[in-house]
């Protein structure tokens, strides 16, 4: 969890470095002050393979979005915790309770998280629980 005082930011370069260094196949760029960061994960060996887009600006939030496949709903449910079912973008943590901040590395934090969503979001598909933890907020809470 981020801590109440200053903690010194990643820069992007090194944010970058890092994914490609846990994520080798993955594909990444710079562009106007923005990483963007696309991988293809697979939350276990029985999981379908998802292809994840990775967007993050300096004093900005993560933003995670799944390309491909699209996620589909239960019955006539969309899928829980979810920030934009139309954009696939996926709810992994509360901003404004500081669980991560710019000192935290993207491939320790954010990528993790984004598995451990897919890989509820499997169990939530055959079962109709999310078992995973969080909290959502209700309304149309979308950080930017």
Same mark, same amino acid.
């Given at each position: 969890?981020?801590?109440?005082?200053?903690?010194?930011?990643?820069?992007?370069?090194?944010?970058?470095?890092?994914?490609?260094?846990?994520?080798?196949?993955?594909?990444?760029?710079?562009?106007?002050?923005?990483?963007? /960061?696309? $991988?293809?994960?697979?939350?276990?060996?029985?999981?379908?393979?998802?292809?994840? $887009?990775?967007?993050?600006?300096?004093?900005?939030?993560?933003?995670?979005?799944?390309?491909?496949?699209?996620?589909?709903?239960?019955?006539?449910?969309?899928?829980?915790?979810?920030?934009?079912?139309?954009?696939?973008?996926? $709810?992994?943590?509360?901003?404004?309770?500081?669980? /991560?901040?710019?000192?935290?590395?993207?491939?320790?934090?954010?990528?993790?998280?984004?598995?451990?969503?897919?890989?509820?979001?499997?169990? /939530?598909?055959?079962?109709?629980? /999310?078992?995973?933890?969080?909290?959502?907020?209700?309304?149309?809470?979308?950080?930017?």
């Amino acid at each position: 969890m981020a801590l109440g005082y200053q903690t010194k930011r990643h820069n992007l370069a090194v944010q970058e470095l890092t994914l490609r260094k846990r994520f080798p196949e993955s594909q990444s760029r710079i562009k106007r002050s923005e990483l963007i /960061w696309e $991988c293809d994960l697979q939350p276990s060996p029985l999981s379908a393979v998802y292809r994840v $887009c990775l967007r993050y600006r300096l004093k900005g939030i993560p933003k995670v979005n799944v390309l491909t496949p699209q996620l589909q709903m239960r019955e006539d449910d969309q899928p829980p915790h979810m920030y934009s079912y139309a954009e696939q973008r996926l $709810c992994l943590y509360l901003p404004e309770a500081d669980e /991560w901040d710019g000192s935290m590395l993207l491939a320790k934090t954010v990528i993790p998280w984004t598995c451990e969503w897919l890989l509820q979001y499997e169990v /939530w598909l055959v079962t109709g629980e /999310w078992r995973g933890p969080g909290k959502h907020p209700g309304g149309d809470f979308i950080p930017e």
